[in-house]
């Protein structure tokens, strides 16, 4: 079965430094994968996904993800975090076999000013 | 373009009560989905449709039903709502091509069960 897996329930990081939102995934053949990102009382929003090509994929809010085939991961990052940054973020993997999108449990990201 | 709106934001049912949860997307999408969203869990689909009167159970349907009789609408209803059943609930659409194409998410309905 296909699955993502986020590790970190939390990541906490200052604004202006680099962040890190971890995703790992376990599926069968070439991964569909999706970052998406969830404000407070608000519905998801999509920011990146790794269909095909570069390994490294650009996104909304200046966000980017590497896909990493050895090491099945697809980390978020961002080169300067901001205050607004903070929010609930979710790796997703589309399940070729059903077209059904799995998500992750999700991490929440605390930038501090 | 209104995108993916959902109805009521806002919920509270006494156990046994019935009730519909609206959801309607104006981009002609063929796909749609009911999604339920509980601390630690992160989202987990209830059903989905693939286009008008086609839909299919997902990972957690028990207590749900749906019906997809035209393409901007996709209501799920609760039958006989439980405790358990408190949760946010999210509507998604998105284009045929379901591999490669992006979800777009409703606002959510926060329901609660007493």
């Known amino acids: 079965a296909q699955s993502v897996a986020q590790p970190e329930d939390q990541v906490n990081v200052a604004e202006g430094n680099p962040l890190t939102v971890k995703c790992t995934y376990s599926v069968s053949g070439n991964p569909y994968l999706f970052w998406y990102v969830q404000y407070p009382n608000r519905g998801l929003q999509f920011l990146l996904k790794?269909?095909?090509?570069?390994?490294l994929v650009k996104g909304s809010y200046g966000f980017e993800a590497e896909f990493n085939k050895s090491q099945t991961s697809f980390h978020l990052k961002k080169p300067s975090a901001l205050v607004s940054d903070s929010a609930l973020y979710f790796c997703a993997v589309r399940d070729k076999g059903t077209d059904k999108l799995i998500f992750g449990t999700g991490t929440r990201l605390q930038v501090f000013p | 373009n209104a995108g993916v709106t959902q109805t009521p934001k806002f919920q509270v049912l006494k156990t046994g009560q019935s009730m519909t949860l609206q959801c309607a997307q104006d981009m002609n999408h063929e796909y749609m989905s009911w999604y339920r969203q509980d601390p630690g869990m992160g989202l987990r689909l209830i059903h989905y449709?693939?286009?008008?009167?086609?839909?299919d159970q997902g990972e957690v349907p028990n207590g749900y039903n749906v019906s997809r009789s035209t393409t901007e609408d996709f209501p799920l209803r609760l039958l006989s709502a439980a405790p358990s059943q408190t949760s946010v609930y999210f509507c998604?659409?998105?284009?045929?091509?379901?591999?490669?194409?992006?979800?777009?998410f409703g606002p959510g309905t926060r329901l609660t069960v007493l």
């Open positions: 790794y269909i095909t090509g570069d390994n």
């Open positions: 449709s693939v286009g008008a009167g086609i839909t």
């Open positions: 998604a659409s998105s284009p045929r091509d379901t591999s490669t194409d992006t979800q777009y």
